[in-house]
């Protein structure tokens, strides 16, 4: 049984879902999907759930008969995915490979949206943190982490990741550096972080001048996920 999580970014209730699969390392036995076949299926799921919920969010696809347009995935110039039934867009979606799993994330017709799954195992060793992080929110993540090292690289990583796959262009446009991650709001155990563009990653996105783009991020056994979602259109 798969499980679709919803995840909420403000007091308005802007909502994305998200879900995941074991990936190709964790396949049950006698399996033979591969991760392409895995992201059809966590398409599937997470567009089901959300006809489901009757969201305005979600007009396009209320309105949509995936019987005579079925839902396929295109990729942008860079890599970016997209989903469109015939020649109309629909909800915005990100996957991430992470923890032994494969990712998916959508949400409503009005936003992008990036998801980023990153293990702390990556971060560990002679890692140049101070190439890739600025020092406020290294600081800031290692109070998040309990000052582990590893723990707080992998948050920050997977921040900064799902910012730059809800801008459309991952880091062959923007430097890890002229995406600043904020100090987080909220309690517990899951954080939201105020994201804000810099430098060159200001100039290709000028939209973003005085906004920030919101990033909720969970922690698992070994990894932190990230989601960002994006409205342009709005100040979230």
Same mark, same amino acid.
């Given at each position: 049984?798969?499980?679709?999580?919803?995840? @909420?970014?403000?007091?308005?209730?802007?909502?994305?879902?998200?879900?995941?699969?074991?990936? &190709?390392?964790?396949?049950?036995?006698?399996?033979?999907?591969?991760?392409? /076949?895995?992201?059809?299926?966590?398409?599937?799921?997470?567009?089901?759930?959300?006809?489901?919920?009757? @969201?305005?969010?979600?007009?396009?696809?209320?309105?949509? &008969?995936?019987?005579?347009?079925?839902? =396929?995935?295109?990729?942008?110039?860079?890599?970016?995915?997209?989903?469109?039934?015939?020649? $109309?867009?629909?909800?915005?979606?990100?996957?991430?490979?992470?923890?032994?799993?494969? +990712?998916?994330?959508?949400?409503? &017709?009005?936003?992008?949206?990036?998801? /980023?799954?990153?293990?702390?195992?990556?971060? =560990?060793?002679? $890692?140049?943190?101070?190439?890739?992080?600025? /020092?406020?929110?290294?600081?800031?993540?290692?109070?998040?982490?309990?000052? &582990?090292?590893?723990?707080?690289?992998?948050?920050?990583?997977?921040?900064?990741?799902?910012?730059?796959?809800?801008?459309?262009?991952?880091?062959?446009?923007?430097?890890? =550096?002229?995406?600043?991650?904020?100090?987080?709001?909220?309690?517990?155990?899951? $954080?939201?972080?105020?994201?804000?563009?810099?430098?060159?990653?200001?100039?290709?996105?000028?939209?973003?001048?005085?906004?920030?783009?919101?990033? =909720?991020?969970?922690?698992?056994?070994?990894? +932190?996920?990230?989601?960002?979602?994006?409205?342009?259109?709005?100040?979230?």
């Amino acid at each position: 049984m798969i499980t679709v999580h919803t995840v @909420n970014f403000d007091h308005r209730g802007v909502p994305a879902f998200y879900a995941s699969l074991p990936g &190709d390392g964790e396949t049950r036995k006698g399996s033979t999907a591969n991760t392409a /076949d895995k992201k059809e299926h966590l398409i599937s799921i997470l567009l089901d759930h959300v006809v489901a919920q009757e @969201n305005p969010l979600w007009k396009r696809l209320h309105s949509c &008969d995936r019987a005579a347009l079925p839902i =396929r995935v295109v990729h942008g110039p860079l890599g970016r995915p997209h989903l469109l039934a015939g020649e $109309y867009r629909m909800p915005g979606i990100s996957f991430s490979e992470g923890g032994g799993k494969v +990712w998916a994330t959508l949400c409503g &017709d009005e936003f992008d949206i990036g998801i /980023d799954a990153a293990a702390f195992k990556e971060f =560990r060793g002679e $890692y140049p943190l101070h190439r890739v992080f600025h /020092d406020q929110e290294l600081q800031h993540a290692l109070r998040l982490t309990g000052g &582990d090292p590893a723990k707080a690289a992998a948050l920050l990583w997977s921040v900064k990741e799902a910012v730059v796959k809800a801008l459309g262009c991952g880091f062959h446009l923007v430097a890890p =550096r002229q995406v600043h991650v904020y100090p987080s709001t909220g309690g517990g155990s899951e $954080y939201t972080f105020p994201v804000g563009l810099s430098g060159k990653a200001l100039e290709r996105f000028p939209k973003g001048a005085g906004r920030s783009i919101r990033v =909720r991020s969970f922690p698992g056994e070994k990894m +932190w996920l990230s989601i960002a979602l994006l409205n342009w259109r709005s100040r979230l």
